[in-house]
Nanobody
């Protein structure tokens, strides 16, 4: 299974970006998928997750600004980020649980990451 992120880049504060994560197989109702972010020297943060049963969860830092969604026809997970702040600057990673597992089982598959810089 491969996860490939895209859509990162540089944006001014207040702007928007949409990240995409293309999965080589499986649709979102077959596993949990999530977005994480990490800044060098800091702990990785789970930003948003979409569980197998359709439950969506957001970090407090993302609530009201970020939205996670999917396109099952494309096996693609999205993270639409609005009202971006400089503190959102990080490398964003897509992750997935084992197949047919829920988010609380942990994440087995990871993408390579995409950089988001907000100035």
């Amino acid at each position: 299974v491969q996860l490939v992120e895209s859509g990162g880049g540089s944006v001014q504060a207040g702007g928007s970006l949409r990240l995409a994560c293309a999965a080589s197989r499986y649709t979102t109702n077959q596993w949990c998928m999530a977005w994480f972010r990490q800044v060098p020297g800091k702990q990785r943060e789970r930003v948003a997750e979409l569980d197998r049963d359709g439950t969506i969860r957001y970090a407090d830092s993302a609530k009201g600004r970020f939205s996670i969604s999917t396109d099952n026809a494309k096996n693609t997970l999205y993270l639409h980020m609005t009202m971006l702040r400089p503190e959102d600057t990080a490398t964003y990673y897509c992750a997935a649980s084992g197949v047919f597992l829920m988010c609380n089982s942990g994440f087995r598959y990871w993408g390579q990451g995409t950089q988001v810089t907000v100035s």
